[in-house]
């Protein structure tokens, strides 16, 4: 039986010398989102890509943009991720002294917002901030590079969010990011998420085409 399950393709893990190419091929292997990364070497310590790349490949998919700022004071960058194509921008409560104004900011732009927990991050910080929600991500990896391995202790953190969701009948996707494969993926899903955010197992599989990768995701039974 198929779960309700949206799977994010991240790009990061794509082969950037076709870029465009990589985002097409998986819009059309089932994906629901395309997730991009954007880091400045200062809030995480790896840099990826700004506005134009985003810009760049907005033409080659139909589906939402689901941009994801690592970086210093996001409410600066805002508007230019908005006029790039972006559907959701994804933000840290520690990037910023006023997350709950940055999430109106999104808003108020017609776009989704959303919040993104490290792994260190308490759950209290949605208290003041969930009601202007859209996305809630929990990083199960320390962000800044693709390839790391799932944190499990993360699990209970998904599973009191999932918690509070359900409770309030908020309408919030609970996502999850960094180390996501079919076994990851399982926990995952059992936790309470909705949304699995995938690069190496989908962008970087040996043995398996981007359809087969994002139907394994889609399909898991926890």
């Known amino acids: 039986m198929e779960n309700n399950i949206l ?14 190419d990589e985002v097409q091929s998986v819009s059309e292997m089932g994906a629901d989102f395309i997730h991009l990364d954007i880091m400045d070497g200062h809030f995480v310590p790896n840099l990826s890509f700004g506005a134009d790349i985003v810009r760049g490949i907005r033409p080659y998919s139909n ?6 700022l690592m970086i210093t004071n996001p409410e600066i960058h805002i508007s230019s991720y908005v006029d790039a194509g972006a559907n959701l921008i994804t933000v840290h409560p520690e990037s910023t002294s006023h997350i ?8 108020k732009t017609g776009i989704k917002a959303g919040v993104a927990l490290n792994p ?12 202007v929600t859209d996305l809630v991500l929990v990083m199960t990896v320390n962000p800044g590079f693709g390839g790391q391995s799932f944190l499990l202790s ?11 969701i359900d409770k ?7 996502s999850v990011d960094g180390g996501i494969n079919a076994k990851t993926a399982a926990l ?11 690069g190496t197992s989908i962008f970087k599989s040996k043995d398996k085409t981007y359809l087969e990768s994002i139907n394994r995701l889609k399909n898991i039974v926890p």
């Open 154 to 164: 993360q699990l209970t953190k998904i599973s009191k969010i999932r918690s509070i």
């Open 100 to 107: 709950h104004s940055v999430l109106q900011q999104i808003k």
């Open 188 to 198: 995952a899903i059992d936790a309470g998420a909705n949304v699995l955010v995938a």
């Open 63 to 68: 589906l939402p943009f689901d941009v994801h």
């Open 168 to 174: 309030e009948n908020y309408s919030i996707h609970l």
């Open 120 to 131: 260190g991050t308490p759950i209290e910080v949605l208290d003041n901030i969930i009601d």
């Open 7 to 20: 799977i994010s393709p991240s790009v990061l893990a794509a082969d950037f010398s076709k870029l465009g």
